[in-house]
């Protein structure tokens, strides 16, 4: 009983269906055909092996508050909190698993993250021993140009690693820091700093299998204060430069123009994510969640 079949739309006995549709790059597809607000089970489980399969989906036309984007993500799992803001304040009162990302400011203050910059290539709260195994923004309001995301697969960047580079680096631990986030920004109640042999941040190993697909898989988290373990701190960055040279290479890339109602699900384990800036006297609104891991990554 086949519940997806790629490019085709996949029934199941008593479900309704869902069409799944790749992007053609390395990673990516959209599904069509569903209200998230309203997926039965067969559903769900046909968006679930859509999500394995292509590691980021996009659901387009949604209308989602955020109770919905909650009882959705909820599916997955346990929800972690977000992390708290850059303003120290967590935004949606009531509901401490909503993320906002926005440059928008009300009387002064900012309501979300990251501002209207670039992000740079990172995987959502990797300093985290158990990361969130998935993360997922839901497009309030978009920029006419600009702020589109990208996302690139770490299992597509570890199998492109030349066989003298997968040797060197097979046994590897590597610090996630826990200093700035992707904008650039300091998090809440950390002290500053460049060093990455002394800055917070968790260990993990540098290649892993996802406990899912059992692939194999890079783990980079961000490049900022990114540190392995045991190695001088020269040949630390000699390394982590030589692995970052393949990341955005666009064979391995998918890039996401934002339509007001997208939701966007990704992998947070076999994924990252960068963002363009954009013209910061326009708006640009999405709330996020991220579920939780299961496991440490290993
Ligand atoms: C995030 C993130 C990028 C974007 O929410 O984790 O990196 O496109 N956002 O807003
Ligand atoms: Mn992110």
Redesign the pocket.
Known sequence: MGLSVEGEVARDIGGRPIEVISTGAALGAEVRGVDLKDLDISQFAALTRAWHDHQVILLRGQTLGDRDLIAFSRRFGDLDWAPVQETGRRFVEGLPEI?I?SNVTVNGQPIGS?GAGE?AW?T?MSYLDVPPMA?M?YALEVPPSG?N?SFCSMYAIYQALPENLKRRIANLKIKHDGTYN?GGYLRQGVTATDDPRTSPGALHPLVCIHPDTGRRMLYLGRRRNAYLMGLELADSEALLDELWDFVARPAFTWEHVWRVGDLVLWDNRCTM?R?DPFDASAR?I?H?TQIKGSAAPA
Request: glycine share 6%; hydrophobic share 30%; proline share 0%.
């Open positions: 993320y990302v990251l992000a990172h959502d993360s923004l702020g995301t992707s994510h963002r640009r999405m996020r």
